[in-house]
């Protein structure tokens, strides 16, 4: 059975700074991993997702996440943040085999300025 | 291009009474989810359809939680009766092309649910 980890429910940063948000998962077999956004009173939108090959993965709106094997890890990361990036963002882990996918609880991104 | 539609935005009942929320996929797509998001327990999926059909219904909490998908284009998911402890908000999300998880779940904009 797949888990996924997020290790912090809230990150507050200031505008323009840079942002790192953590994952990590659990699965015997080999994965599919991605990270979807929720912004207030909407639906999850996906966000960029791992499926194979590079393990530096770019999204939307300057989001990239790095595959890291070894560490089972899948971290999110922005450059630099804008107040426009407040939201929840979940990621989610699934395997080859499966159609659903396993969210986890989501971290609570909140941007200073 | 329409994403998925819920229905209604909002919700509010006295308990005990019987709740319908309703759903329809983005046109095309097979796969059918719906899921439950609160604070304490987060995302839970409850039910998914592929094909119109139920495929996993696992994560439905009890018998008092019902859904059907009559068609390609129509799903509801049903409480009677109504708990306090229901209140959350739903969502319903689709994809398409089977069993590629590399599709992305297109997800509604949810319905918030209040049982008092």
């Known amino acids: 059975a797949q888990s996924v980890t997020q290790l912090d429910s809230q990150v507050p940063v200031f505008e323009e700074a840079p942002v790192e948000l953590r994952c990590n998962y659990s699965s015997s077999v080999s994965v599919y991993l991605f990270w979807y956004v929720q912004y207030p009173n909407q639906g999850l939108q996906l966000l960029l997702k791992y499926l194979s090959g590079s393990t530096l993965v770019k999204g939307i709106n300057g989001f990239e996440a790095e595959f890291n094997k070894s560490q089972t890890s899948f971290h999110l990361r922005k450059p630099s943040v804008h107040i426009s990036d407040t939201a929840e963002y979940f990621c989610a882990v699934s395997d080859s085999s499966a159609s659903k996918i396993i969210f986890g609880s989501g971290t609570r991104l909140s941007i200073r300025p | 291009d329409a994403g998925v539609i819920q229905s209604p935005r909002h919700e509010v009942t006295e308990m005990g009474q019987e709740v319908t929320l309703r759903c329809k996929p983005i046109s095309g797509h097979d796969y059918l989810f719906w899921y439950r998001q609160t604070m304490m327990r987060g995302l839970e999926l409850l039910i998914y359809?592929?094909?119109?059909?139920?495929?996993?219904d696992s994560g439905m909490p009890e018998d008092r939680f019902s859904a059907k998908m009559p068609n390609a284009s129509f799903s509801t998911l049903k409480i009677q009766p109504s708990e306090p402890r229901d209140s959350a908000v739903y969502f319903c999300?689709?994809?398409?092309?089977?069993?590629?998880?590399?599709?992305?779940?297109?997800f509604g904009d949810g319905t918030r649910l209040s049982i008092l």
């Open positions: 359809f592929n094909n119109n059909v139920p495929i996993d």
């Open positions: 999300a689709s994809s398409s092309t089977g069993r590629r998880v590399d599709q992305p779940q297109h």
